[in-house]
């Protein structure tokens, strides 16, 4: 339990949610280098990313409602980097381009997690993402801070190239 409250829930046990906020800014500019009609989309519409405030504080345990889908879902975010929450919450992309280029429909839309994902492309695409996009690379895409001990943050999952299943 140590392990968990020091490493990987810590930045969200503060008694203000300033630094939740902060975290959660890292969103805008992994969707800018990952997927930028999304994010300029998102940024038209003036929709902030606080629609994936519940999904990173719960780590999505209230929204995906398939006991076997959370499971993976939890053991991707025991096992990996703390930010990767967020990494999974920029890949949710479902029928986002489709709604109205307006805040509350784009707010509206987002505060529901798909009902149907398939949850192995989700942690695939997650951990491919931040790949690609390393938690240091963040840092210098613009105005953001990050902690150090959020950039050196090892991981414990590895990826078996063979089988294309993850290990721990």
Request: aromatic share 12%; hydrophobic share 40%.
């Amino acid at each position: 339990m140590n392990v968990l409250v020091q490493y990987l829930i810590r930045d969200f046990l503060y008694p203000d949610i300033g630094r939740t906020k902060e975290i959660m800014s890292y969103i805008r500019p992994l969707l800018r280098i990952n997927d930028s009609q999304l994010e300029s989309f998102i940024t038209r519409s003036e929709c902030e990313y606080y629609f994936s405030l519940s999904w990173i504080l719960t780590w999505h345990s209230h929204v995906v409602y398939d006991r076997d889908d959370l499971l993976m879902l939890t053991d991707l975010f025991l096992a990996f980097h703390p930010l990767i929450p967020i990494y999974v919450a920029t890949v949710v992309r479902s029928e986002v381009l489709e709604q109205d280029c307006e805040m509350s429909s784009i707010h509206g839309f987002l505060l529901k997690f798909p009902e149907e994902f398939d949850v192995n492309e989700l942690v695939h695409n997650s951990v491919e993402l931040f790949n690609k996009i390393p938690a240091h690379k963040i840092a210098s895409t613009g105005n953001i801070r990050l902690n150090s001990r959020l950039i050196s943050f090892g991981s414990i999952m590895t990826r078996n190239t063979l089988s294309g299943s993850w290990s721990y």
